[in-house]
């Protein structure tokens, strides 16, 4: 077996405009709960893997923020998935890859973060994706799991979050 990349954090070797604090984070809050992050070459199909406290991220991945997003989703899967889940065919292992998924979304994109980057005035999907340190791909993906989740808006202290168009608004006293 072929030896990944160990990440580590103290001797990240990331250039600085390529660094990403939510990347960093993620790997603190993995080792923190004794999960061990390895970067290595996997089949292209493969972003990422947990197994027995190990997460695998495909090196072969372009962005940090894509591995943010996968790291994110498998950290996810940590908390909140049991067994083997590998074969997709499987109702359970879908339902579960589903959680992991949502687990990402949320602990990323909580809804304060989106009244963040609405509030700077950060318009249009890509900038907001942009601001929020994950893939545009990831952005939709929260917001249709948060319309799944709350409906077309959510009520988060005095504030109104429209996810079709995504906006926000203030509640007036």
Excluded at 9 to 33: D, G, K, T
Excluded at 92 to 110: D, F, G, M, T, V
Excluded at 139 to 164: D, P, S
Aim: charged share 25%; aromatic share 8%.
């Amino acid at each position: 077996m072929r030896k990944g990349k160990r990440s580590k954090v103290s001797n990240n070797s990331f250039a600085p405009e390529r660094r990403n604090n939510n990347y960093e984070n993620l790997i603190l809050e993995a080792c923190s709960q004794d999960v061990i992050v390895i970067e290595k070459k996997m089949p292209e199909r493969l972003k990422g893997l947990y197994s027995d406290n190990v997460i695998y991220i495909n090196q072969c991945i372009q962005t940090i923020t894509e591995k943010t997003c996968i790291l994110a989703e498998e950290i996810g899967h940590y908390h909140t998935t049991v067994g083997d889940i590998l074969d997709q065919t499987e109702l359970n292992n879908r339902k579960q890859e589903r959680r992991a998924r949502e687990w990402a979304n949320q602990h990323l994109i909580p809804l304060m973060r989106i009244i963040e980057a609405c509030n700077a005035g950060i318009e249009g999907r890509h900038n907001i994706a942009e601001f929020l340190g994950v893939t545009e791909d990831f952005l939709q993906h929260t917001i249709v799991h948060y319309q799944r989740k709350y409906g077309l808006y959510a009520a988060y202290g005095q504030t109104l979050i429209y996810f079709e168009p995504l906006s926000v608004t203030a509640l007036i006293e």
